[in-house]
């Protein structure tokens, strides 16, 4: 029986975007980075004997096997390994997935396995770094993986007319769930006490385990009743060399990869980098620093869910292709608004227009990939390498901004480096077919 369609399905579907959303928000974004600033600051100041009021961030260092480092460099270059990981195994083990029928069981393991390690982040300390930063490691490795198997089932449950409108469905609910959870969150720290703030990464395992079982309870486990060989590890790998093969002989399919990789390694790194642009670059009162991160964190959330499904209806009159065009236009502007900003108030005008543009993207340029997609049942590796492209643009977009602040050593040039991430992607949208074509196999 096909699940195509079928609304209980859907909605047990998009509830794993209001799952595993917590982890990006309050993980990612908000209270943890937060947290991982005020401990190694806290750590640094009793290891010189100052007060943590009178330590620059900038001179704070961290014992990381035996070497003084910069927090923020190795929380960055701990994300990143964590990205090379995905991005290694999310291409072998979605062959396996493929091949056995198996994307639901892939999917768990990686939700128990990354809720797992963030609820461990109760216990980081800067003391013990090498092992604290493992949490933070493969609580991302986890996060991250589940995406390409949960992603994978949107061709499946979802008619074609139908997948802009339910990926936008997905991106709303998690931005919906996240704010809860975060306010939920910062009003235990807040009411409470500071000390209550890891306590939060125990609630985000919780929520994202428990709100995740609406979505194993409707899933097939196994929709094209696959019945793998023993030797499925082997005949995975094969499955992938096939999917890749298939893939190369695409010509839509490809070149919108080209321009999802560029204007994608823009999208994440905004969403990565922006606390710290924000925490650098805007010209803060004295002790408001902190409380309007958040507030602008939570104001990019809301309008997040409102562009999801304002770029859903417009994709629906005009088509996706010219809606990511328009988006990523959008895009460039805020990048060379970024570099003029100085105030508060500035700021929050242009997390307002991130917050308009960052939903609607990600939902679209996920939908649009699912629809030009080729008739396939194997749906986990053709997403691996729509997740490969955004790991390692991800890797490629963080670094360049670092280098590019390195060079000029001014966060604002940053931005604007990033902006040419957008207007590449852009000029690959322009290339991008109307209907697929298929580069006959030369051998």
């Known amino acids: ?76 270059m701990v994300i990143s390994i964590s990205f090379v990981f995905v991005s290694i195994l999310s291409p072998i083990l979605s062959g396996i997935a493929d091949y056995t029928g198996n994307k639901k069981g892939f999917l768990k393991f990686f939700c128990y396995f990354g809720a797992f390690f963030c609820m461990t982040l109760f216990f980081f300390d800067p003391n013990y770094m090498e092992l604290s930063m493992l949490s933070v490691m493969f609580a991302s490795i986890g996060f991250w993986s589940s995406l390409v198997f949960y992603n994978a089932f949107l061709p499946e449950i979802a008619p074609l007319e139908d997948q802009d409108s339910i990926s936008a469905r997905g991106f709303i609910m ?36 428990v709100f995740a079982q609406r979505t194993y309870r409707v899933l097939p486990s196994n929709p094209f009743k696959k019945k793998p060989e023993p030797d499925y590890i082997w005949k995975g790998f094969r499955e992938l060399k096939i999917v890749y093969k298939e893939f190369m002989q695409t010509t839509r399919l490809k070149k919108y990869l080209y321009a999802f990789f560029f204007f994608n390694s823009g999208v994440q790194t905004v969403m990565l980098l922006a606390t710290i642009f924000a925490s650098k670059a805007i010209e803060w009162p004295e002790g408001e620093g902190t409380t309007g ?7 990019i959330q809301i309008l997040a869910a409102i562009g999801a499904k304002l770029m859903s209806s417009v994709s629906l009159k005009i088509g996706n292709i010219s ?23 500035e700021f929050y005008i242009m997390a307002s227009g991130v ?19 080729p008739e396939t049942t194997d749906h986990a590796s053709y997403f691996s390498f729509y997740d490969v492209s955004e790991k390692v643009g991800i890797v490629l977009g963080t670094a360049f901004f670092a280098l590019t602040e390195y060079y000029f050593d001014d966060i604002r040039y940053s931005v604007i480096s990033i902006a040419s991430f957008f207007v590449i992607g852009l000029y690959y ?15």
């Open 323 to 345: 809606t990511l065009k328009i988006s990523v236009f959008i895009w460039i502007l805020l990048c060379v608004g970024a570099y003029i900003i100085r105030t508060p108030n």
């Open 355 to 373: 917050g308009l543009v960052m939903g609607g993207i990600q939902s679209i340029a996920r939908s649009t990939y699912s629809k030009y997609l």
């Open 1 to 76: 029986m096909s699940i195509k369609g079928d609304k209980k399905v859907i909605r047990g579907w998009v509830m794993y975007d209001w799952a595993n959303s917590v982890y990006s928000l309050v993980i990612s974004s908000a209270i943890f980075p937060i947290f991982y600033e005020a401990q190694t600051t806290s750590v640094y100041a009793k290891k010189v004997g100052l007060s943590s009021d009178l330590i620059d961030s900038n001179d704070v260092t961290v014992s990381f096997f035996g070497y003084d480092v910069s927090p923020s460099v190795l929380y960055s």
């Open 174 to 209: 998690g931005y919906i769930g996240s704010i809860i959870l975060l306010v939920a969150c910062l009003a235990m720290i807040m009411g409470i006490g500071t000390h209550l703030t890891k306590y939060s990464f125990i609630l985000v395992g919780i929520w994202w385990v």
């Open 429 to 443: 949208l322009f290339k991008v077919p109307k209907e697929e074509t298929i580069i006959p196999d030369k051998q």
């Open 293 to 299: 991160l958040i507030l602008a964190i939570l104001l």
